[in-house]
């Protein structure tokens, strides 16, 4: 397809037990960034890559999560020891290079924690 | 980045203007205005941004006034598919994170 794919579009998963969110970026992208969303919140930052840059982890609430890009395309974020309040949809967007704050985001990953 | 402030909510009869206002008094020489959308259970949706002239695309208008203390994006014939909640974002070009404020919750309708 030619937008950004997100998979799996929904997960329930028990407290305590780790998940891994998948993002498929537009080709040619460079940038990539996830956010999430909780119900009723606005968005909010976890992490962004860039080419071979150091990524920025400014956004990631705790050491409990964290994100990968393998070979500068597909990314995936890792919530491990999941808690009832990482229950929100993760957003990940893409970017050409030059044009960051042009961002093309996916559908989103619905979390839920129980 | 620069703080910005738009109304909460707003309405539009369709087939009208939209015309979504937004302030942004300590915007610097180099940040750009960029508006995005959020469409009820969907992803944001990038509309346009501009630096100090105004810009129009196939989605929208971006007015900013001479001081580029304020803009207003402009949807010309809003349709209820315009429902959603828009969002004006102050940045550098530069990049990275995009941070999201409340927005304006605009809702078209017949």
């Known amino acids: 397809g030619a937008g950004v794919s997100q998979s799996p579009s929904n997960k329930v998963t028990e407290k305590g037990k780790d998940v891994e969110l998948r993002c498929d970026p537009i080709?040619?992208?460079?940038?990539l960034y996830w956010y999430r969303q909780s119900l009723g919140q606005g968005l909010e930052f976890l992490i962004y890559?860039?080419?071979?840059?150091?990524?920025?982890k400014s956004g990631l609430p705790s050491d409990r999560f964290s994100a990968e890009r393998t070979g500068g395309s597909v990314s995936t974020l890792t919530i491990q020891r999941t808690q009832q309040e990482d229950s929100a949809v993760y957003l990940c967007?893409?970017?050409?290079?030059?044009?960051?704050?042009?961002?093309?985001f996916g559908p989103g990953t619905r979390l839920t924690v129980l | 980045d620069a703080k910005t402030t738009q109304p909460t909510s707003m309405d539009c009869a369709e087939g009208r203007a939209a015309n979504l206002p937004c302030n942004h008094s300590?915007?610097?020489?180099?940040?750009?205005v960029y508006w995005y959308r959020q469409i009820h259970s969907q992803g944001p949706q990038y509309i346009i941004h501009?630096?100090?002239n105004n810009e129009t695309n196939e989605m929208a208008s971006l007015i900013i006034t001479e001081d580029r203390k304020s803009s207003t994006l402009i949807l010309p014939h809003a349709t209820l598919r315009d429902t959603a909640v828009y969002y004006c974002?102050?940045?550098?070009?530069?990049?990275?994170?995009?941070?999201f404020g409340q927005g304006t919750e605009l809702s078209v309708k017949p």
């Open positions: 080709s040619g992208h460079t940038a």
């Open positions: 974002i102050v940045r550098v070009a530069i990049g990275g994170k995009l941070i």
């Open positions: 967007a893409t970017a050409l290079a030059g044009r960051f704050n042009e961002q093309f």
């Open positions: 300590t915007i610097s020489g180099n940040e750009y």
């Open positions: 501009g630096l100090k």
């Open positions: 890559f860039q080419g071979n840059s150091a990524p920025d």
